[in-house]
């Protein structure tokens, strides 16, 4: 069936429209779904509590505030530390916090400015350390009415309210206005089957782009990570958001890919993992004049001091690598099994 120019563009565009639709759809969705599900906010905002480097980081801010509030405690910093970490890693605090979280979000989305008192936490750290007082031989501490050193560093921005409250409202709105313009594409495909092919190959498309905004943030972290006053909550944020990121996209490249090859259309046969390898022995190969060699060095230095320096991140780059290697690497797989079954149907007819 012979389609008019004016069908071919209109495809096009609906099909373009489409994957944007699908791509600010999903993250549209992944904010809602973990900023604004009130239960899932206070479950991150627990786990990132009980990351180690955010403890050690709040009990010195804790400290730091504390001994601003009461001098004659400078002296036994360590103690105050220490106990600072136990109350701050403490299951006792679990339920202000969650009720906390639920507060922060009812925030994002009524607009109205939020500021959480530190009191309890700072008063339940003072009882504890006052109890070594007189083997400490300091005079026992006061009770404080303490907030962050930041006036209120959890406050609502009502920028992020502005982008939450439109999230809310495109993390619906948008997939739908997808599958709309997804199913006016296939209509106006010659044939419905080369027009779910295009779609299939949208879905990998938007997928993609998610792998690389979450590759992009990935790299913004643990650059802005190296700032002594934000990078340790950063990182630690990070690395609890960052399965939803990387997930969606994996599902959309895997989805995509296998929709797209039991279609019937079938991608180049690519051996991923020879693929790697060939170009890592391109990248490596002998005899190399000097200023290459110098360059590889270089590379290879820089990346073992990163490692080295952040070892965990690190680690969670590479695994993240491997996955999206071993995802791509299924792909093609099922590819090659449907390009074999269509080559012996060829050859038996």
């Known amino acids: 069936m012979k389609q008019s120019k004016f069908a071919r563009i209109t495809a096009k565009a609906l099909i373009v429209l489409g994957t944007l639709s699908l791509t ?35 009990s010195v801010q804790f400290a730091d505030t504390l001994i601003t509030k009461a001098p004659n405690a400078a002296a036994f910093r360590p103690v105050i530390e220490n106990a600072a970490a136990k109350i701050l890693d403490s299951n006792a ?31 339940a750290a003072i009882e504890t350390i006052n109890k070594f007082a007189p083997q400490l031989g300091i005079a026992p501490i006061d009770q404080l009415t303490l907030e962050p050193p930041a006036g209120s560093l959890l406050s609502t921005i009502k920028t992020l309210q502005t982008v939450l409250k ?29 027009g779910a092919q295009r779609v299939a190959k949208s879905v990998i498309i938007s997928g993609g782009i998610l792998a690389g905004i979450s590759a992009v943030a ?16 950063l990182i630690a944020s990070w690395n609890e958001f960052e399965g939803a990121f990387w997930i969606p996209a994996a599902i959309l490249i895997l989805a995509g890919g296998l929709s797209y090859t039991l279609l019937g259309g079938v ?9 790697i390898a060939r170009e890592w022995k391109r990248v490596w190969s002998r005899p190399a004049n000097k200023w290459i060699s110098l360059l590889r060095a270089g590379i290879l230095l820089v990346l073992g001091a990163l490692f080295a320096i952040h070892t965990q991140q690190a680690l969670r780059g590479l695994l993240f690598v491997g996955a999206a290697i071993m995802v791509v690497t299924a792909v093609f797989e099922f590819n090659r099994l449907l390009a074999g079954s269509i080559a012996r149907e060829k050859a038996t007819s």
């Open 166 to 194: 439109i999230s809310d409202t495109l993390s619906t709105a948008l997939p739908i206005a997808a599958a709309v313009l997804f199913l006016l594409s296939i209509l106006l495909a010659p044939f419905w089957r080369q």
């Open 218 to 233: 990935w790299i913004a972290v643990n650059f802005f990570g190296r700032d002594p006053k934000l990078g340790t909550y």
């Open 267 to 275: 991608l180049p046969d690519i051996d991923v993992p020879t693929l």
């Open 93 to 123: 605090l679990s339920k202000p916090i969650r009720g906390a979280a639920l507060k922060l979000k009812d925030a994002f989305l009524t607009g109205q400015q939020l500021k959480l008192e530190f009191t309890d936490t700072a008063n």
């Open 24 to 58: 600010i759809g999903a993250l549209a969705g992944i904010v809602n779904n973990n900023l604004l599900n009130g239960p899932r906010l206070a479950d991150h905002i627990e786990s990132i509590r009980h990351d180690p480097a955010v403890i050690d980081k709040l």
